[in-house]
């Protein structure tokens, strides 16, 4: 039964976007069962003992997550993610906004970080049960545009559907 999950979002964040989609997908997540949602620099490896779900998210930077979250996910011991649904996610600038055509191709050749966390989880032995996900902000800094915050709330119900 999906309502008695146990979650844990974990979130690195530069200007407090990823953090705001991070506290919506973490609200979301506590509505189907209990739901921690915590900065990268919090965890410990007790944090992820009896966990049914691992989201986590990053800001996009140099089309990878943060080096924090890198040396989480590496931090990881093989196979400890076994029987655990785990998600990615990022916060990124729209293609049409970045200002450079070059870095436009770029980003469209390397990708933003949710596909690389969502690459370690599973290496990790974590299931994925979504898709790896991206949230748009406004210029470099942010804010979030508009309705992504329930865009994050939307795609974490749709995980908890199927």
């Not at 943060?66 to 076994?82: C, F, H, M, V, Y």
């Not at 942010?142 to 199927?162: C, H, I, Y």
Request: net charge positive; aromatic share 6%; charged share 25%.
């Amino acid at each position: 039964d999906p309502r008695r999950n146990k979650a844990l979002v974990v979130y690195d964040s530069f200007y407090g976007n990823t953090k705001q989609v991070a506290l919506a997908i973490g609200d979301s997540l506590a509505s189907f069962g209990s739901c921690d949602t915590l900065h990268v620099d919090e965890i410990t490896p007790e944090h992820l003992k009896g966990i049914d779900i691992l989201i986590v998210g990053s800001p996009t930077r140099a089309f990878r997550p943060t080096k924090s979250i890198s040396s989480l996910l590496d931090g990881i011991p093989q196979g400890a993610l076994k029987g655990i649904g785990v998600a990615a996610f990022d916060t990124r600038m729209a293609q049409a906004d970045v200002p450079s055509r070059l870095l436009r191709v770029m980003a469209r050749l390397f990708g933003y970080a949710a596909k690389p966390i969502a690459h370690k989880l599973v290496k990790k032995g974590g299931t994925l049960i979504a898709e790896p996900e991206g949230f748009f902000v406004a210029g470099l800094e942010g804010p979030l545009k508009d309705n992504e915050l329930q865009r994050a709330s939307a795609w974490v119900e749709s995980v908890l559907k199927t």
